[in-house]
């Protein structure tokens, strides 16, 4: 005789259960699977600098940007310079500092590839401490090579990181262009994850010719659609940029806003920076 109460598994609840459980299972799948899929995409690594020595940068690698670059930010970028830029104890070292340089009360380095080797598409992946305090404007960003040529935004930017000392939990990822129109542009995410000085984070950029993609160890924090902008905005997106990475300080009217001298020195320390395609 047939018994609900004793044939559990023919139930039109245990039915529902079960088909539920059967479509989570098999999406869960279907994101395991795609996710690994679009990660194998990126496993040729066609460089790197691993910071496995001491000194300078290596100037094979590296350039540097000189002098008060940018923003007013108050600090000038040194060359070649180990109070500023240095490798030690298998990191690399930016250091900002308060002192009397060139006509400049603070001191800092930005170093960049430009000249030495410019990218298009893969993956990069950057495992960095970034530093805390009021001010503190931490950076791992890209510019079009064309840079020189053509005047920003037209070159294009990409900012795979900013840590702004004022916004302690945060990061933030960020393009900026102009449009076919000629009009400038950006589109970019600040969600917060916690402490991101609390230690070394892995900051992680994606990009192929329709999208690109940043993270925060694995968290995504940041995506643009290149596919679904207008032409101007994917030629920019589609073409060589180099790297940079760099400690500003902030001023007011800057993003990286109030500098609290106190803070001084501050130093962002890099473990590794790895490319791949």
């Not at 459980?21 to 990660?39: G, R």
């Amino acid at each position: 005789m047939f018994c609900w109460g004793y044939a559990p598994a023919f139930s039109p609840i245990f039915l529902f259960m079960y088909s539920k459980l059967f479509i989570a299972v098999f999406l869960w799948f279907c994101i395991t699977t795609a996710n690994a899929q679009d990660a194998s995409r990126f496993k040729k690594l066609v460089w790197a600098d691993e910071f496995n020595y001491k000194g300078l940068p290596d100037s094979t690698k590296w350039d540097y940007e000189v002098g008060f670059v940018r923003n007013k930010e108050p600090q000038y970028y040194t060359k070649a310079r180990l109070e500023n830029a240095r490798v030690a104890n298998g990191n690399l070292i930016i250091e900002a500092k308060k002192e009397n340089y060139k006509d400049a009360k603070f001191t800092s380095a930005s170093i960049i590839t430009l000249n030495k080797k410019h990218f298009k598409y893969g993956k990069i992946e950057v495992l960095a401490k970034v530093p805390k305090g009021i001010g503190g404007w931490p950076a791992i960003w890209m510019l079009g090579i064309n840079r020189t040529e053509v005047k920003w935004p037209n070159c294009g930017e990409i900012d795979i990181l900013e840590y702004i000392g004022k916004d302690s939990a945060a990061v933030y990822g960020t393009v900026h262009y102009s449009d076919i129109d000629g009009k400038y542009g950006m589109k970019g995410e600040h969600p917060n994850v916690g402490s991101p000085y609390d230690g070394f984070h892995l900051y992680t950029f994606e990009w192929d010719k329709d999208k690109m993609a940043m993270y925060y160890d694995s968290v995504k924090y940041f995506e643009f659609d290149i596919s679904k902008a207008d032409q101007n905005i994917q030629k920019i997106f589609r073409s060589k940029f180099y790297l940079l990475l760099n400690l500003a300080l902030g001023r007011e009217g800057t993003l990286g806003g109030r500098l609290d001298e106190n803070i001084l020195p501050l130093k962002y320390e890099i473990d590794y920076v790895r490319v791949y395609k």
